[in-house]
């Protein structure tokens, strides 16, 4: 599975949502063998993962404005 993990840390966030989304419907479609269902399983979470990796660093980069005068400012979401 440490290939997996490789392999989706080097996907954009489009890409590992897409593929995410693709490996739901096959499951939901009920027809996947078990084991087949757990590796499908286990990629999605490592995905999961990936994801709310790139949500948070994004977050953060976005945490912090520039004001006009060069100033870094934090923003929150919540105010």
Sequence with gaps: MENEENKSNEMSFEESLKELEA?????????VPLDDAIDEFHKAMILVKTCDKKLSEAKESIAHLV???GDIIDFNVDE
């Design 23 to 31: 490996i739901v419907r096959r499951l939901e479609m009920g027809d």
């Design 67 to 69: 004001k006009e005068n």
